[in-house]
């Protein structure tokens, strides 16, 4: 198939060629490119950074920091950590049967890889693979969002400057860049986005067997019961879900409260809220905004429609279009057929249910896709067993929400609906690597005793071997 007339291709072709150069760099090599991305971001690039995500979504800048800097440098620092030991030789037992052999397995890069990454966590979400990938030796083409421009103009001045063009290239543009991108037979594909935009990556991926990690969402529930401390439960809970204006993957998408705790609760998230971002959001510098207006009308409309069906806004609901403002909303009495109960929600606003019998938050979940995340807020030991053993997610988090993505010894990602493969430190240098078997035969082979031509003793031998090796 050719694909010269392809806007992408030369690149492509360019790192193809490549690609065993970069591949065989050394540890050491491999730890130099990374100080240098690591350099880039901590100091050169750093105002740059923090200008470029407030003039996207106003995003303060202790919260780029916290959560678009840090995660990147932590990611560096666990792999330069780790990394001579990951990229030696694993040596494996050889069975009696294969005597006279070796055995091992190493890690050798995929190829040429493509990394298409969302704009929610721009800097967090792009260069987060890219250290992994960089990591495992691969050549990688970039693919950021089109919907934060400002932050894809530094990435890329980051990336042009570190790095030649057939080793990492960084390209911006529209979905159509990313189509035509997606025709050309990558080795692996890293996507980060919504499932229904996974499955079209996945589709094209077939195309060329290409091995896909996809990191994508899904409604993720928090449950709360009346076991734990709730002010400190509300304030971790207000926390991980208005972060970042609940542009979050892992935000929680709803909460289950006890019944009986309902009202409490309410006004405990009423309290944390002014705590956090004042009596009125919109004058906080804490809070950021919406990235566009179209998800922001995105977002009115499930306002919208939640009132249409006659549901009670507990708090917040205030917007303000000139400025993609949307206060921080609390809903409940919520039926299942609105569209804050069927979409993933991607914005500030939480919606209630409340329950009596865990049993029926479980239920309730399993008849879900499985989300990317669950929460549970308990003291309760059974409780908790039982959740976790009854339900099925990506990942999970007890007693706190969204920090479990800030553990670099955990793999992070989906299952099923809300992703395929996973990411962070090992994880994530595995998910960029093959995992090449190796054996050596190093004298006359135990197994050559039974070739043909098959005899009565060689048959013997066969039952031997069946029954005791």
């Given at each position: 198939m050719s694909y010269m007339g392809n806007p992408f291709y030369n690149v492509f072709n360019s790192q193809k060629s490549n690609q065993f150069a970069v591949a065989k760099a050394s540890y050491k090599?491999?730890?130099?490119?990374?100080?240098?991305?690591?350099?880039a971001i901590e100091n050169t690039y750093k105002d740059a950074i923090r200008e470029a995500i407030y003039a996207?979504?106003?995003?303060?800048?202790?919260?780029?920091?916290?959560?678009?800097?840090?995660?990147?440098?932590?990611?560096?620092?666990?792999?330069?950590?780790?990394?001579?030991?990951?990229?030696?030789?694993?040596?494996v037992e050889t069975p009696l049967a294969l005597l006279g052999s070796s055995s091992w397995y190493i890690y050798e890069p995929k190829g040429v890889c493509l990394i298409i990454s969302p704009w929610n966590f721009p800097l967090n979400l792009t260069f987060g693979p890219l250290v992994s990938a960089i990591a495992a030796g691969n050549t990688v083409i970039i693919k950021p969002s089109e919907m934060t421009p400002h932050i894809s103009k530094v990435m890329k001045a980051i990336i042009s400057e570190l790095f030649s063009e057939n080793e990492v290239a960084l390209i911006e543009g529209d979905v159509k860049a990313s189509q035509a991108l997606l025709e050309l037979p990558f080795n692996h594909i890293f996507f980060t986005g919504s499932p229904q935009v996974g499955k079209i990556v996945m589709k094209a991926a077939s195309n060329h067997l290409a091995s896909v990690t996809l990191e994508l969402g899904g409604k993720s529930p928090a449950i709360i019961d009346d076991t734990i401390n709730l002010k400190r439960a509300v304030k971790r809970l207000v926390w991980g879900k208005f972060v970042n204006n609940g542009q979050t993957c892992i935000a929680p998408d709803y909460v289950f409260i006890k019944a009986s705790l309902k009202d409490v609760f309410i006004a405990e998230i009423r309290k944390q809220l002014q705590k956090f971002y004042s009596t009125n959001a919109e004058t906080s510098d804490s809070y950021s905004r919406i990235v566009n207006k179209k998800h922001f009308n995105r977002l009115v409309s499930y306002l919208q429609d939640a009132k249409s069906h006659s549901a009670t806004i507990e708090i917040g609901g205030q917007t303000n279009q000139d400025d993609c403002y949307i206060a921080p909303t609390v809903?409940?009495?919520?039926?299942?057929?609105?569209?804050?109960?069927?979409?993933?929600?991607?914005?500030?606003?939480?919606?209630?249910?409340?329950?009596?019998?865990?049993?029926?938050?479980?239920?309730?979940?399993?008849?879900?896709?499985?989300?990317?995340?669950?929460y549970i807020y308990s003291k309760h030991k059974r409780t908790i067993d039982k959740v976790i053993s009854n339900t099925r997610a990506g990942t999970s988090c007890i007693n706190n929400n969204v920090v479990q993505y800030s553990n670099h010894n955990l793999p992070f990602g989906g299952s099923n609906n809300s992703g395929i493969g996973k990411s962070h430190g090992y994880f994530g240098f595995q998910e960029f690597s093959n995992m090449?078997?190796?054996?050596k035969q190093h004298t006359k082979g135990s197994v050559e005793f039974l070739f043909p031509p098959y005899t009565t003793l060689k048959q013997k031998i066969v039952d031997i071997t069946l029954k005791w090796f």
């Open positions: 090599k491999r730890i130099n490119k990374l100080n240098a991305l690591k350099n996207d979504f106003k995003k303060p800048y202790a919260e780029t920091d916290l959560t678009e800097i840090y995660p990147v440098i932590g990611d560096i620092k666990f792999a330069k950590q780790h990394l001579k030991s990951w990229m030696k030789r694993q040596k809903v409940s009495n919520l039926p299942e057929d609105s569209l804050l109960m069927q979409e993933e929600i991607f914005g500030p606003i939480l919606p209630i249910k409340v329950y009596e019998n865990i049993d029926e938050v479980i239920t309730y979940i399993n008849t879900k896709e499985k989300p990317l995340a669950l090449r078997s190796v054996m």
